[in-house]
């Protein structure tokens, strides 16, 4: 049997299911600590994300702007990826030693971005501002119905997670991939599903596989954002952390049954 982290470490998609407690998220940090991002080798590399999509809040505000929600939620999640893989690299590289590198990716990163950065500190707090500012928005809409004016706000507006992450994998000389961990603890806002579907349904898995982790009693659509529905085997694998998804099976089967008498 395959360990979880050769399964992980997969250039595929995967929706891994198990309950949230301490143990799942033990293992999954585990692997990211063993698989850091590395300079001039062909190695993929590990990231864990213990936040992934919006706060699930109820709202009194009807007829809610599905298109704004999704956006709201799409860039939010580029954010994150970006904000934690800028993290990541700045644990596991010598940034000092390789500034040469550094300063080359910022440049190219600021020509169609936006920001003005000029250290990589500079860069990683304008994308941990721009995902802030978008939670920030999203939780206001809910509430209110309004979104207040903030992109133009921003260093870095708008996050294009793939063109990023190849300019990226360029600056660290790596052709492998990244194996995103987005760890769902609770239930997720519809908006903020679909957004992970989107990079799930996409062929982008030789840059980013997404391991979406969550108990299956809590992902509330296989939908994207353009109505595609993610399919099993093409789109995504199956890896199973304990008995919860027959559990669901099971629950599921049973309440058709009672319906259909």
Known sequence: MRSLENSVMEMR?????????????KQLREIDVNNPIVLDQNRPMGVYLDTIGFPNLKSDIKDLDKNMLDMLANEY???????????KFR???????EQARIKKFI????KFGGSKAKTIDEYAKSIK????AFLEAYIKYIQTGEIIPFIEKLDVPFMMIELSIKKFKEMLNNGAFFAV?????????SCSCRAINNLVCSRINGDISMNVVTDPDNWM???????QI???VHDYGVIELDGSLNEQIKRLKKSYVNKED
């Open 91 to 97: 644990n596991d590289i010598d940034v000092e030693k």
């Open 181 to 189: 961990i987005a760890d769902s603890k609770g239930k997720l806002p």
């Open 230 to 232: 993610a399919e099993y």
């Open 129 to 132: 501002d721009s995902r802030d």
């Open 13 to 25: 998609h995967h929706f891994i299911y198990g309950r949230d407690n301490s143990l799942r998220e």
């Open 107 to 110: 440049e190219k990163m600021n």
């Open 77 to 87: 999640l580029s954010f994150v990826i970006w904000d934690n893989l800028l993290n």
């Open 221 to 227: 659509t296989y939908y994207a954002q353009n109505g």
